[in-house]
């Protein structure tokens, strides 16, 4: 099997997608608990979590710019 | 006029008409469910994805001149074996197309071009490993990380904002999904209008119109990007109704889980040297939605009828490829490739006939999903 497949490369692709799928589409609902809080601790504590999606588009933009 | 400079042409222009092609079917990978969801009018989406995928063809200019590499021997790649895999590719684009399944434009085109190989060349320059590795297993695990990834995904998106005002969390997550969609535009931008790039720029090196050191010249980039644009843009409303309507109902904080997904799967892939299908990460992403809801239904019989499409594709495309050359060498020289190009514009002017009686249009692509299985069984009159 290994003959056909590149085992090494696939469990990187498996586990940073679903750490960044996953982590993404968790932090921006975080980041909109936080800024539909009344607390300004808490909209603070959003919009970091929507800064660091942000800074995830960037990466995925990098990664094309890599290629 | 020369032979070989008409022959030339009419690779090009079947170069340039595959781009399109995959532009027009690709359209729903990115669009799908922002459209299905109202985050996006559906004329405003394939816009914005229209010029996303003009944009990303310029964003990374490394084009191999190659085609189905790994898969069968350079050395059997000539010409006419081109222009018949691309016929292969072409053909079974704009067959998925009428009958609205997504299909990976990639393994139509390697199919395609395998077929033509047979033929010309027989079994030995077709390399089975290649095809196992480079579409059979990719085929498989592109679709199970989508649905694994998108699962979780959704699952944790509905969890964490369940106290979340309805109207906050629908707004929240309608801009979010417009993001990873056109990341997603952006990314099909960059890798699929390169693949037509490099089969051009293969062309003009095989008919000694430049050098092998010269690079892509500028008008393929600009042809290249306008036709995967133009592609784009025209929208194929049937793919775009199946993968947003058909295999599941989307609402916006299951469209932002799946288009997410689809962007980190696609990019993580591109990032480790282990490319896989953009049409069957995007498919994978949308069933993972349907999962991941609680109590939302995944249409399963759509699902299945992709899966046949995409266990045939390799084999149907091949067909085409083969016989396109077979007809090709039949006639021989530049008018065997005419009379094939030829062919191929009466059968896509044919489909393009049909597909107006049962017409899935921006109009319609959103109306509510009846049948068993088709695009075009709308639930209000066209």
Redesign the interface.
């Known amino acids: 099997m290994s003959?056909?497949?590149?085992v090494d490369?696939?469990w990187?692709?498996?586990v940073?997608?679903?750490i960044?799928?996953?982590g993404?589409?968790?932090l921006?609902?975080?980041?909109?608990?936080g800024?539909?809080s009344g607390r300004a601790v808490a909209r603070v504590a959003g919009g970091a979590c929507f800064v660091i999606?942000i800074a995830g588009?960037l990466l995925?933009?990098y990664?094309?710019?890599?290629? | 006029m020369t032979g070989d400079l008409i022959l030339l042409i009419v690779v090009v222009l079947t170069a340039l008409s595959f781009d399109f092609t995959n532009g027009f079917h690709d359209t729903a990978n990115a669009m799908a469910t922002s459209i299905a969801t109202g985050a996006l009018k559906p004329k405003i989406a394939v816009g914005l994805s229209a010029i996303l995928n003009f944009v990303g063809a310029f964003l990374s200019l490394k084009v191999a001149a190659t085609i189905a590499t790994g898969i069968v021997n350079s050395g059997a790649i000539t010409l006419t074996v081109v222009f018949a895999g691309l016929v292969g590719g072409l053909a079974w684009n704009l067959v998925t197309w009428y009958y609205g399944i997504p299909s990976s434009s990639s393994h139509a085109l390697i199919g395609g071009v395998v077929g033509a190989t047979l033929l010309a060349s027989g079994v030995s320059a077709v390399k089975g490993g290649g095809l196992v590795s480079h579409v059979i297993i990719p085929a498989i695990l592109a679709p199970i990380a989508a649905i694994v990834v998108a699962t979780i995904g959704t699952y944790l998106v509905y969890v964490l904002t369940r106290k979340v005002n309805e109207n906050t969390r629908a707004k929240g997550f309608k801009i979010g999904q417009i993001g990873s969609a056109s990341l997603v535009s952006l990314a099909h931008g960059t890798n699929d209008a390169q693949k037509t790039m490099g089969i051009i720029t293969l062309a003009l090196i095989a008919n000694g119109t430049i050098t092998q050191s010269a690079g892509t010249p500028f008008w393929v980039i600009i042809c290249s990007a306008t036709a995967i644009a133009a592609g784009t843009y025209i929208g194929g409303w049937r793919v775009i109704r199946t993968l947003g309507k058909g295999l599941t109902d989307i609402e916006t904080p299951q469209g932002f889980a799946a288009e997410a997904s689809s962007a980190t799967v696609i990019l993580t892939s591109t990032h480790f040297g282990f490319p896989l299908s953009t049409t069957q990460v995007c498919t994978g992403s949308v069933i993972g939605a349907g999962l991941g809801k609680r109590l939302a239904e995944v249409r399963w019989g759509v699902a299945a009828r992709m899966g046949v499409a995409w266990l045939i594709t390799l084999p149907a495309a091949a067909l085409v490829g083969a016989i396109a050359f077979g007809v090709a060498q039949l006639i021989g020289g530049t008018l065997g490739v005419i009379v094939v190009f030829a062919a191929a514009v009466i059968f896509a002017a044919l489909l393009y006939l049909a597909s107006r009686k049962t017409a899935v249009t921006s109009k319609n692509v959103n109306d509510e999903w009846v049948g068993r299985g088709t695009p075009t069984q709308i639930g209000t009159p066209v």
């Open positions: 003959d056909y497949i590149d490369a696939l990187r692709v498996m940073a997608s679903l960044g799928g996953v993404i589409a968790a921006f609902s975080i980041g909109l608990v800024i539909s999606v588009v995925g933009v990664v094309m710019l890599d290629k």
